[in-house]
Structures are given as structure tokens and as C-alpha cells.
């Protein structure tokens, strides 16, 4: 029988050893980019997009040129994904792809991609994860004070896909997580991770924002409506509501203070929203190392799911 392919869905999946072991191959990657020139020769990764993206879709496809292979772009509404069964167009894409990395809606919909497909399925964001952004996080983190055990690290935005994955990334590479969550939608909240986090006393929640900043190593924000409805005027309502309840938590010097926190935002930002836009470009924002770190991490996940790790 053909051995089983490994995925990446969330962290949270993974054993705390192998992510601590990723965290160092994306470190190593990053250091020996030409040592790994050839190790994707000859393979090629499918991006699936039901959503739109400038990073993931850049990084991914850059990785893969760098590393020698290829990546050929998938926007799904111009697929047969649109007329067919998920699982029958996976089998398929198997049989041509050595990788494929969905940005799917629906994380239902790619785990029915992962039960289906015979080449590992690595999550592009969906509405419950964002691992890939996760561990580039975590590599900028590592980067800037050379390990990630101690860091403390404050989000400050609503309960989302992103803070599920940081959540559980947070724990096996023992990043101390406060959360300033005043939404918090509870079909999205991944319980078992939080637990997780919690019971390892690494997690703080907390609506204090100023005291949750003043305590931080890093200040990490996000959007405040999932980025497929910003501009949507069905959603005008719920952006107003949710606009309502958050502008007391935008991030700005303000809120600051005295901190010296490193400012984080997984891009794309919407300035004047979670974050004022003169903090984007300020000395202590790693916003565009994070969005870099995407490549790295995202070529060691790559390397790792083939096993061309060496
Ligand atoms: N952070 C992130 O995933 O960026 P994109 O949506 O541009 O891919």
C-alpha cells in the first residue's frame, strides 16, 4: 500500500517536536537559500484560490522557484471544482501535483481534499486556520530574539483563523499568548487548542489592552472582518458593528504608550481600521520581515511534506 501522505491543516495536528523541528528547517532554509536550489526539481504544486491573495500566492510560487520546481496558480471559479465533487477533482490534481496548498472558504472542504487526496494538502487559509502564516511568525519572532521560548506576544483584534493557528503554534515552541479579543465568534474558536494553551499556562485573555501592551515583547493585530467581505456592501452593517466595538482596541501610538513592543500584522492592512497607518512603517514594525518569512517558512513545509528536508 502506498505510504500515507502528511498534511498540514493546523499545527494542532502536529507533534510539538516535529513543529519545533520546522521552526529550525525554515530558520536554516532562510541562512543556506542556495543549498536547497534543486530540491524541488522536477515537482510541481497546484494553488487553489477560492479567495483572493498577494502573499500567499507570491511566496508559495517564488518558493517553488527558487527551490527548482514549479507552482501553477488555480483561481477555482475558473476550474471544474465549480461543476464537480471535491474529492474527484483532488484524486485527479494527485495524480499531476506533488503538493497542492488550497485557499478554500471552508475548512470542511479541505478536509474533504485531505481525505481524498494522495499527495500531502497544505491550508492556505480557511476560516478556521492560517498555519502557514503562523509559523512565519514565529520564524520572524525566532529571528529577532533568537529563540521563541519566552517571547510574549499580544494580539490585539478579534478571535479569528489566525489566532487559532498562533494559539496552537504557541504552545510546543512555548510563546507566552495574550489575547485582547472583545469579539469572539464562538463557530470559530478552536476550544481544544485554547485548552491546550491554557492548561500550559502560556495563555492570558484579557480586554485590559493597555496593560496586555505594556507587558509585550510584540503587539500583533489582524483584520477586523474577514478580508473577503471588507469591501462588501452586504456586510456594511456587520463591518459598522464590528467597527463599533473595536476602534477603543486600534492599535496606534495611543495605546502604546511608553511600550516598546515590536508591532506584527499579517498584511494585507487596512489602515485606519486595526492599525494607524504611520505604526506600519515605524522602527519597531516587523510587519514586512513577517510577510517575507513567508517564503522561508513556507519552503520548509514544502521540503518537509516531500521528506527533502537534507
Ligand atoms: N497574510 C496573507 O495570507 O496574505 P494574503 O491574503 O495576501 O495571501
Redesign the pocket.
Known sequence: MPEQPQHLIDWKYWGDEEVEQILALARFVKHHRWEYQGHMQGRTLVMLFQK??????VSFEAGMTELGGHAINLDWRATNFTLSKIAFETRYLSRNAALIMARLKDNADLLEMEQAASVPIING?CNLY?P??ALADMLTIAEHRSDTRGARLTYIGVYNNVVNSLVSICAPLEVNLTLVCPIRDQDVIDEQSRERLLAKGLLTETLDAKAAVADADYVYTDTWLD?EFFNDPTHAAEKQERCDIMLPYQLNRELLGDSRAMIMH???IHHGYEIAEDLVESPNSIIYDQ?EN?LDAQKAILLHLLHEQH
Do not use: F
Open positions: 483572493t491573495s498577494t502573499r500567499t500566492r487559509c492560517h502557514c502564516q478580508m499579517d498584511m494585507p510577510a513567508r
